[in-house]
């Protein structure tokens, strides 16, 4: 062949390049200088050299497709001003994952705890719909999630926001969890004295409600549940049921409401004696001070110290 000048050569044209096949003279000074060819898909295998991208208005990316899969793109800003060579707010770097919002481009972080400490499933939903989900131990690893605020404190360990995976747990305000509770609050923030849990701007709906029928029962008495906060009742015959307050499960500062919401018979309800702080009646001797009409009710909180429930409020038709 003809010796031809590199720029009178042909151009590689996008539909002819195959990097496995396609050549790059090269000069191998390993030893001596020697001529050598070298594929294009070698040159960029496992390149261990620094390597750096530094100009104005300049892109990286990894993707499958130049139009439909970005995994990985990496722009720098174009400047006003060219000798200043600056970034400035309306000329920002960039580095975006699946820049073309392609519900087939996740994204991943691992860790030594979990395959998945950070996971953006963008199909987690199937549908370009969604929803897509951004996991934090999205494999269910050993692996726990911390927002640490400007005065984190770590001998006071008061982060924003801890979740604990080994409880699957939270805690707002502490990192220091037992398992009992999903969610503990600290006593304040940045461990402050004299300062507040948690305040809601709306309403507070107990949902752990406990339906107790005076039909259904068993040998006319119940032990109500450690785990539910209210407990309503249904006079539907004419028994005498007695209600007793657990310990077990119990924790200081616990509060349970108990009170009737139907009232079609003549029962009644009474709440046993046996774990309560004061001794009223309530029942125990007299019908006439048990709970047996709609709107007769009992609110309590539990001392851990006694194992006892401190009556707060008791009503019925005729006792308050």
Known sequence: MADKKITALSALTATTKESSVDLLHIIDYSAAPVNKKISVADLFDQVN????????????????????????????????????LTATAAQ?????????????????????QSAQAIFVDSDFTTGNAGPGTVFINGDAGNQDFMVQGDNYDTSAN???????????????????LDGNYCVQVA?????????????????IALSGVEDIVGSGATGNAV??????SVHKLNIDDTDTVTLTLPTTGCVDG???????????????????????????????????????????????????????WITLNYRNGTTT
């Open 254 to 308: 616990q509060i349970k409401i108990i009170y009737c919401d139907t009232d079609s018979a003549a029962g009644t309800f009474v709440i046993a004696q046996t774990n309560r702080i004061l001794t009223e009646d309530m029942g125990a001797s007299s019908a006439a001070t048990g709970i047996q009409d709609v709107g007769d009710c009992w609110i309590g909180m539990y001392e851990s110290g006694t194992s006892q």
């Open 158 to 176: 008061d982060p924003v926001l801890f979740s604990d995976a080994s409880y699957n747990a939270a805690g707002l305000g502490t990192s220091t």
């Open 49 to 84: 050299t620094d390597t750096h991208i530094y100009g104005i208005s300049k892109t990286f990316e990894l993707g499958t497709s130049s139009t439909t899969f970005s995994a990985l793109k990496v722009t720098t800003g174009s400047l006003v001003d060219m000798s200043a």
């Open 187 to 203: 006593a304040g923030p940045n461990a402050g004295v004299d300062k507040h849990s948690a305040q809601f701007q709306g309403n």
């Open 92 to 112: 920002h770097h960039n580095v975006i994952v699946n820049d073309d919002a392609n519900r087939h481009v996740d994204f991943t972080v691992k860790s030594a």
């Open 223 to 228: 032990t109500l549940s450690a785990f539910k």
